[in-house]
Nanobody, 114 residues
Framework: VQLQASGGGLVQAGGSLRLSCTAS????????MAWYRQAPGKQRELVAI???????NYLASVKGRFTISRDNAKTTMYLQMNSLKLEDTAVYYC?????????WGQGTLVTVSS
């Protein structure tokens, strides 16, 4: 499975960005799709996850500001990020679990400026 992420960039605090991630192949076998992020000097953390039954969960600090979703084909997922804060600055990675194997995208940098 190859993942192609896009949508990162530079945005002012309070602004919005939308990340996208497309998985190659069919949706068959995909049980979860998620966004992680890693800020400089910090460990990678789970930001949002959407399961095969469309259940979603979020990191506490992004609840109410970020929304994870996916398209009808269930091979492209999105992360709508609103009210961005300085602390949201990080490299964002998409992750897909297919047939119990996790796959990572290449990461896309989100920089929030004051």
């Amino acid at each position: 499975v190859q993942l192609q992420a896009s949508g990162g960039g530079l945005v002012q605090a309070g602004g919005s960005l939308r990340l996208s991630c497309t998985a190659s192949g069919s949706r068959f076998g995909i049980t979860a799709m998620a966004w992680y992020r890693q800020a400089p000097g910090k460990q990678r953390e789970l930001v949002a996850i959407i399961s095969s039954d469309d259940t979603t969960n979020y990191l506490a600090s992004v609840k109410g500001r970020f929304t994870i979703s996916r398209d009808n084909a269930k091979t492209t997922m999105y992360l709508q990020m609103n009210s961005l804060k300085l602390e949201d600055t990080a490299v964002y990675y998409c992750n897909v679990v297919k047939f119990a194997v996790g796959y990572w995208g290449q990461g896309t940098l989100v920089t929030v400026s004051s």
